[in-house]
């Protein structure tokens, strides 16, 4: 399994849960000092990401995308995928679109979390969830030009009301036409939504692509009461072998919560 750290440039995220925040040079600097093996960018548009000087900035460092956020697309914009208004959500495809290529070029993949959207009275949960497969289809296909799958992440009941579990994100995937998006399973959301978190990762066995990982708490691993051991247990379990990703809180501040995470990682997975 590999290291990677998030990093945020996006304005209207200020207090949300990255680790480090609004200069990718200063953070990649800091992470690859730390040895993380990559970064997670969040960032307020593609062309911030896909420019010559983003590829200069990982090649001097050492450093591998590891994946990117597509969130200011719900931050910034207010696009969803499942917006009633269909040129609403033709703009959240191409937003989506626009990341796709920029992560593409450099091998990452992008992740689609907040940009899902939710279920409400103008569009119940089955058209909801047609809205979404016809996108993750026509999305994941544009991914695969690049050799990368589409990342789709099942958030805790308080973000979504579409998928909050590993097990139902499964049976989800496993009936759009592409095979190419897989799941994003963030820790954080787990914690609130599953059972038993290192069970969920098991059911997701062949279809988990990228791991956020961070404690109950939302803080850097060994700062909550989740227990480690199990999980990384279940991960090795299904050989995952793609980026644990620190997505949480610059707590107390980001410098610590990045050496927690690349220590922690260090120690479970020896
Ligand atoms: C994004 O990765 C995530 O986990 C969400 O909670 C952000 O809305
Ligand atoms: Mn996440």
Known sequence: MKSAVTISLVREATGGPFVFWHDLAAGMREAAQLGFDAVE??????????NDEVAALL???KLKLAAVGTGAGWLKHRLTLTNPDTDARQR???F????IDAGGRFGAPAIIGSMQGRWADSV?????????????????EHAAKYGVPLLYEPLNRYETNLITTIADGVSYLKQL?????KLLADLFHMNIEEVNVAEGLKAGAGFIGHVHFVDSNRRAVGSGHTDFAPIVAALKSINYSGYLSAECFAYPDSSTAARLTIEGIRKLTK
């Open 96 to 99: 989506i679109r626009s990341i």
């Open 41 to 50: 960018i969040f960032p307020p548009a593609a062309e911030v990401v896909n």
């Open 177 to 181: 036409k592409t095979s190419n998006v």
């Open 124 to 140: 119940d949960r089955t058209m909801a969830l047609e809205f979404l497969s016809e996108a993750l289809n026509e999305l994941g």
């Open 59 to 61: 090649a001097d460092h």
């Open 92 to 94: 959240a495809k191409d």
